[in-house]
């Protein structure tokens, strides 16, 4: 893990792991006035001086013209900033995903930056994020939020990883496709169940062994399908549907075996919190540590928490 965003160490970076990096996050300074910011790099950058970054003349003088049309103080920040994501791009693999934090004061100008740089078509969402203390003050609102912005290098080539249910159950596996799965009827039931009420959900299919069934209800009255005739013809196709083992007669759609739901982006400051709570106790631990042997020990019997920083938790669970 490298700590720091000094542009020759990224520059040889680049040369030594481009396009093998799966997940990079940067946590620039935000330009805030307060922060320390103080654009040190030993030049401005000339088109020329771009290219020999890796990328073609006309992206940079494009870049350039974009960074030169903001205000002084985003003009600086902007130059400082665009060769390093340029360089992290260039590091990503083709289904690697970088995540940057920043804040009100500079995240408009990221957006676009990183639109010319990554892709609009590879940002994947701008996370919210809420500080740990009061926030920062201004005279209308007390701001106490940032962001985390997210963009793939490809984005048709990233999964974003999902949160596992706990209450979910697959009992069945599929040799052939490798996947635990579960069934449920392909017919409708219960309420608008019959051929009259939904009759075009009345229609008979062809199975795998060239056997015909249509929608049939317990008292062999027509039924109607949960499906209409072309997603179900396309489930057999990709044999996601499977019979009733003795009579056959009996259709049921296989659910995949994923088991997870889709990340909420307001979802992950629930875990991130979780993990600043446990860090809060360990911190407390430590510095009783130092006062009070026997107090230390009551608080591991009754607290046991693990040494868990952030961002990688979160991190971990966006990536597949």
């Not at 006062?291 to 046991?304: G, H, L, M």
């Amino acid at each position: 893990m490298i700590r720091q965003i000094n542009l020759e160490v990224l520059k040889h970076l680049k040369h030594a792991y481009k396009n093998q990096i799966k997940m990079i996050y940067i946590d620039p300074p935000y330009n805030t006035g307060s922060d320390g910011f103080v654009y040190q790099d030993d030049r401005k950058f000339t088109p020329q001086q771009l290219v020999e970054l890796g990328m073609d003349l006309e992206e940079a003088e494009r870049v350039l013209e974009f960074t030169a049309n903001k205000s002084n103080s985003h003009s600086a920040w902007l130059t400082f900033i665009y060769p390093r994501l340029y360089i992290a791009r260039e590091l990503l693999r083709e289904d690697g995903v970088i995540f940057i934090s920043i804040d009100d004061n500079e995240q408009a100008q990221l957006k676009l930056l990183c639109d010319e740089v990554f892709g609009e078509e590879n940002f994947v969402a701008e996370l919210p994020w809420k500080g740990r203390g009061g926030g920062a003050d201004d005279k209308n609102l007390l701001q106490n939020h940032e962001y985390i912005l997210m963009y793939t290098k490809y984005k048709e080539q990233f999964t974003v990883g999902r949160k596992i249910k706990s209450d979910e159950k697959f009992p069945k596996f599929d040799t052939e496709k490798n996947r635990f799965y579960k069934t449920q009827l392909a017919r409708k039931w219960g309420s608008n169940s019959k051929k009259q009420d939904r009759p075009n959900l009345f229609y008979s299919i062809t199975t795998y062994d060239g056997i015909e069934i249509a929608p049939k209800l317990p008292d062999g009255s027509d039924g109607c399908w949960r499906w209409k005739k072309g997603r179900l013809e396309t489930a057999i196709l990709n044999k996601d549907i499977e019979l009733n083992i003795t009579t056959k007669q009996q259709a049921q759609t296989i659910q995949q075996q994923e088991n997870a739901n889709k990340v909420l982006t307001i979802a992950l400051q629930q875990e991130r919190d979780a993990v600043i709570e446990q860090q809060e106790r360990n911190d407390e631990i430590e510095r009783m540590a130092t006062e009070n042997a026997e107090s230390v020990k009551t608080i591991i019997k009754t607290q046991p928490c693990a040494h868990t920083r952030l961002p990688q938790s979160v991190l971990d669970r966006l990536y597949k």
